[in-house]
């Protein structure tokens, strides 16, 4: 449909060859600042990489944030109420604190519930659970950890290095489970490249 | 799944850059944005291809198992079609419409949880070709709908300015409304047989997997609902009193109810249809 | 006498024709295929088909009685919504009916003799004229029309007349049906769904492995042959899978392996593999061993015992049935029955049946996680130790039966035939006439099309600007 109206033919302006120049080069930037810059955003949270600092709320409304716990070993677990296979692994979680109370060790269990925390109340009572329990009621910090689901569990080592990721539910009472969490509290911590191969030896074995 | 996630970032910026040049082209008048802004969009609709290409090999399937993945092709689609609208009209005006709704998708596909964009593995339901039959149809009806919408949201503007003889310079540069009305009836001629086929091959691969081809569940009624809506504006267009302003408003409402039925039916209702 | 008779007959047909005008309206079609869209949004809005209890719940007791009076929670089956459908349907029945044997007649039409005035008044006409000089002749002119037009892949009809010549081209005629294609389809496709909803059937029958089941309102039986899942590389579950046996007066007559999306159709009954379990209530075997009390020592090896099936344990007099099992044990303390508390194998159990040279001498529980407990063989050194299980796996298929089905699909096809027809070609005219004029000849062209007419504006003019500079150079 031929523009009839009054589209001047105004070739004022740069010339071509240095339009095409600035084109090319701010297409090129773009590229490389995808590419080579941003290219860290895309991968996920995994062994090896620093875990994110946070603050978030208890069920009491006390700020706690990940840096509290520095010195520790960490385990950061998200779950939720309506989540099955999360349910059937809290207990043994309870357990797995219980035997290691006194050393080095800490669970964070950080509930994606949309509900208010009364609803986590009743829940951790039914369990009993004594370990701190956080609230990440709109989600930010399970995206900025890049979950796909729940029950999700990153072992974060003394200087916050995340040792390893677990996705699912585990009886944690199993001993080979716990043997990184065992070895980071007898040995301390290790280079994030060991956590890196032991993923990779995982995956392979 | 990292270079099918750059390709996005990348198509991203492209999309950005693509929506400003056509509305400086409008604002403007230069030739030379103009011409920057179509080839920009092909450089756009480039990496908007490579994201569904990468993501086929990460995923091993076809790619638009999540919304995620939906909503890249249907900027895809948007893209195709604007690009043919362009040259066969050479309406560059409308792509500041147009391509602005591009990039509006891409902020929106972009503002998704990350279990979105991670690649995941298909349930055995998902597991069938009428499925992704029925997907690709489906948003290629979508990207014909959103362009519509872009057209008759132009064409009440343009049509409010002619009745009153005003003279607004930025609106003078819009087509005709004649013009405006027939691109998008010619969009929802395209749409409209495509989402028809998307609603059968659906009912189709539904009939196949669960054995009940209809079951009025809120993705289906709501896909049913926009298939009355765009079915009203076609027969509008012959209806005396109904043509020109009255089925702009239906074209406009029928994209409303595709948001809906897009986003709104997997966040707002319950249902069986809690992924696409 | 007469005169009542034709009065009555009069009145019956102006009442006739009152409700044929209703229906035979694009109005009405508006009116309706909007109260549709209306209408199904209120039912996505107001959940369908839950307990009474529900909306009183949800809506309090003053809302939830407009709600159930009005037939909102079940609206799709609602008497007026069906109603809505049929006004649909009489309005596409009548509008046809209408307007088709004109179209039909309209479409034969081939008029090629037509005034020049005509030609002016169509919406897209040019004339220009052509001097002797440069080739002005009716004759050639006329075929360079011809000529140019067929380029374009019309079809042409032309005579001679008194004073000149007079050319009709046309394409794409069956364009124009296209619609009235689409509407034939849709009432097919209301019918099978009507068919379906009156004649059809759902049902959901589960089946263990090797078990087989009659099927529901029907004369065959199904037998479950094997299931089994598949399994991605990461872990997650691909497919479920069943092999299953048609079994009909007593003889196996189809054996197929369904998945999900891959169903098995037998005399129009469809199965579908919908789910899965592990049953509660039986297993496959169960693995034992004796144990030497006094020693604490394990005697043997394991050993394998079916189901229902006695086993003789090797070097002993003793022999074993596996008679009853439950997935999570539970025990009603007022009937004494043992039964499963849950479907989930929390604490499974066994019933064994212990035989003495054949004689039945104890019918103990023996409990996965409390081995210990009932285990002692009466008048033996022996423990029974329950050391595990291989569970049964049953499939959950979904079974329908729906003679409209075909219907529906059939009238998709017509559909999309109809929508090729309505939306991607176009009834294309031009007529054209060649007129003797004092110095050469006089071009008359004109065409319509019945929509899209700016694509055809633009059409037209490159064929009148072709005409032109091919006349007007010899």
Redesign the interface.
Known sequence: MEEKQNIENETKGLPTPILVGIAVAVLLVIVLVVVFGRSEKFKPVDAGMQATEFTLPDLKGQMKSLKDYRGKVVFLNFWATWCKPCREEMPSMQEVYTTLMGQKFEILAVSIDKDGAEVIEKFVKEYGLTFPILHDRKGVIKEVYKTTGVPETFIIDQNGVIAEKIMGPRDWRDERNLKIILELLKNGPKSPEEYKKGKRQKANG | ??LS??FF??AY??YL?TAILYIGNWIF????IGS?AT??TF?ALFANTMILVARTFESGHAPFSNLYESMVLFVWAMAIGYLVMEF??????VGAVVMTLAFIAMIAASKL???FQ?I??L???L??IWLEIHVFTTFIGYAGFAIAFGLSIMYLVKNRMEERGAKV?LI??F?QS??LD??S??CI??G??FL??GI?TG???A????????S?D?KE??S??TW??Y??YL??R??RG?RGKRAAWLSIIGFL?VIFLYWG?SFV??GLHAYA | MEKIEKQEVKILQTIGDKIWAFFNSLKLTLTVLLSLAVVSIIGTVVEQGKPLEFYAKTYGERISSYVLTLGFHDMYHAWWFFTLLVFLAANIIVCTIDRFPQKWKASLEKRVDVAPQFIKNLGNSASFTVNTINGGDVFSVKNRVIEILKKKRYKIKNTDVSDGAAVFAWKGTAGRFGSDIVHVSLITILTGAIIGSFFGFKDYISINENETVNAPKSNFQVRLDKFWLDYYESGEIKQYNSQLTVVENGKDVLSKKIWVNEPLKYKGVWFYQSNYGMAYDRIKEARLVLKDKKKNQIIGEPFVVKWLEPFKIPGTNLAVNLAGFVSDFGFDEKTKQIYPRSPEHNNPAIQVIVYDNEKPISGPWLFLNYPEIFATIPNTNYDLIFMGYQGLQYTGLSMTKDPGTNIVWIGSIIMALGFILAFFIFNKKVWGRIQKAENGVDIYIGGMINKNKIMFEREFSEITACLKTEVTQK
Not at chain 2, 29 to 32: I, L
Not at chain 2, 207 to 214: E, L, M, R
């Open positions: 799944m990292i996630l750059m970032d990348m910026w492209f850059i008048r230069r030739d030379w920057t080839v920009m450089i066969k009209y050479k309406v560059k005006v949880p990350y279990r991670s995941e593995r349930n055995p339901a597991q069938s310079s003078d540069s087509p004649s013009v027939e691109l009836y010619k001629m395209w409209f047989p028809t086929t059968i009912a189709y691969w009939n196949n997997a669960w054995g009940t081809y209809w009025w809120p009624t709501w049913l609902i009355f809506i079915a009203a027969h509008a012959v209806t109904w109810a039916v209702l319950p």
